[in-house]
């Protein structure tokens, strides 16, 4: 398997030395959001402890950041990509974290062999944290349902008190955050545990490109709108319609900001 590689620099708590990580030809590398939940870890790791699930490892940079605490004890990750879970568990071993993360393959919280199933069902009800950093969109929808997969299984798996980590970048809006809490009672939202500034919406990225143009048809369905920022005047908002419309015009990204949310389990 062709692979390259990037290296991580990661905040001081999760140590020294930086992160390699070795990522199938092809696949993303680390992104903004990567980088931010990385910051979330870090800010946040007198929470990280005892037993935690990474939903949608990749090549495992977050499972292998959060297994460098102290207090973790082991991490589960699970990742529906064979190549990333073979490039997860490499990096692991590269890493020095082979002896407490461990992935699995797996669509969602659905386990494709036995042994994975039997891994996860140990979890249930058991589990301290949990890091979410779903793909940026998808293109049907709004592009918000795996972070409504992802807290609908945290409530499952997450014991009384535990936090969950999810990426949710600003465009989505306070609408669909405040849905989440809705949809899923039992989660109380604490806030934002790391975000970036305003920066451009990669339109070089042609999913993200695709993601805009999926929102705008969602806000043409009638659906919520989008709070994207206006690249002429950061300070006001702007619908997906008419970021849209305005990269078509002039070529310019609109603005959001990458963040990684704080979720608390209180059960139900």
Same mark, same amino acid.
């Given at each position: 398997?062709? /692979?390259?590689? @990037?290296?991580?620099?990661?905040?001081?708590?999760?140590?020294?030395?930086?992160?390699?990580?070795?990522?199938?030809?092809?696949?993303?590398?680390?992104?903004?959001? !990567?980088?931010?939940?990385?910051?979330?870890?870090?800010?946040?790791?007198?929470?990280?402890?005892?037993?935690?699930?990474?939903?949608? !490892?990749? %090549?495992? *940079? *977050?499972?292998?950041?959060?297994?460098?605490?102290?207090?973790?004890?082991?991490?589960?990750?699970?990742?529906?990509?064979?190549?990333? =879970?073979? #490039?997860?568990?490499?990096?692991?071993?590269?890493?020095?974290?082979?002896?407490?993360?461990?992935?699995?393959?797996?669509?969602?919280?659905?386990?494709? !062999?036995?042994?994975?199933?039997? +891994?996860?069902? &140990?979890?249930?009800?058991?589990?301290?944290?949990?890091?979410?950093?779903?793909?940026?969109?998808?293109?049907?929808?709004?592009?918000?349902?795996?972070?409504?997969?992802?807290?609908?299984?945290? %409530?499952?798996?997450?014991?009384?008190? &535990?936090?969950? *980590? *999810?990426?949710?970048?600003? /465009?989505?809006?306070?609408?669909?955050?405040?849905?989440?809490?809705?949809?899923?009672?039992?989660?109380?939202?604490?806030?934002?545990? +790391? @975000?970036?500034?305003?920066?451009?919406?990669?339109?070089?990225?042609?999913?993200? $490109?695709?993601? =805009?143009?999926?929102?705008?048809?969602?806000?043409?369905?009638?659906?919520? @709108?989008?709070?994207? $920022?206006?690249?002429?005047?950061?300070?006001?908002?702007?619908? #997906?319609?008419? +970021?849209? %419309?305005?990269?078509? +015009?002039?070529?310019? !990204?609109?603005?959001?900001?990458? /963040?990684?949310?704080?979720?608390?389990?209180?059960?139900?």
């Amino acid at each position: 398997m062709a /692979q390259d590689s @990037t290296e991580i620099t990661v905040p001081p708590p999760l140590g020294p030395d930086p992160i390699r990580i070795h990522h199938p030809e092809g696949a993303f590398v680390p992104t903004p959001a !990567s980088r931010v939940a990385l910051e979330a870890i870090a800010a946040q790791a007198t929470r990280f402890r005892g037993r935690g699930l990474d939903w949608g !490892s990749g %090549s495992g *940079l *977050l499972a292998i950041a959060a297994a460098r605490l102290a207090g973790v004890a082991e991490v589960l990750g699970l990742e529906l990509d064979p190549r990333g =879970v073979a #490039a997860a568990t490499e990096n692991a071993r590269r890493n020095g974290a082979a002896d407490k993360v461990r992935f699995v393959e797996s669509d969602s919280f659905d386990p494709l !062999s036995a042994a994975g199933r039997r +891994a996860l069902a &140990g979890f249930r009800g058991s589990t301290h944290f949990m890091i979410a950093n779903p793909p940026s969109s998808s293109p049907v929808g709004d592009g918000f349902e795996m972070r409504r997969v992802v807290v609908r299984g945290a %409530s499952r798996y997450l014991r009384p008190g &535990g936090l969950l *980590l *999810l990426s949710v970048s600003s /465009q989505y809006g306070e609408g669909r955050m405040a849905g989440l809490l809705c949809a899923t009672p039992g989660f109380r939202i604490e806030g934002v545990g +790391a @975000t970036t500034d305003l920066v451009p919406f990669d339109m070089e990225r042609p999913d993200l $490109r695709r993601d =805009v143009r999926t929102y705008a048809r969602e806000e043409e369905r009638g659906g919520l @709108t989008y709070a994207f $920022r206006d690249p002429r005047s950061p300070e006001r908002s702007m619908t #997906a319609i008419e +970021a849209w %419309s305005h990269f078509q +015009a002039t070529g310019e !990204s609109p603005l959001s900001r990458w /963040q990684s949310h704080l979720l608390v389990w209180e059960g139900r």
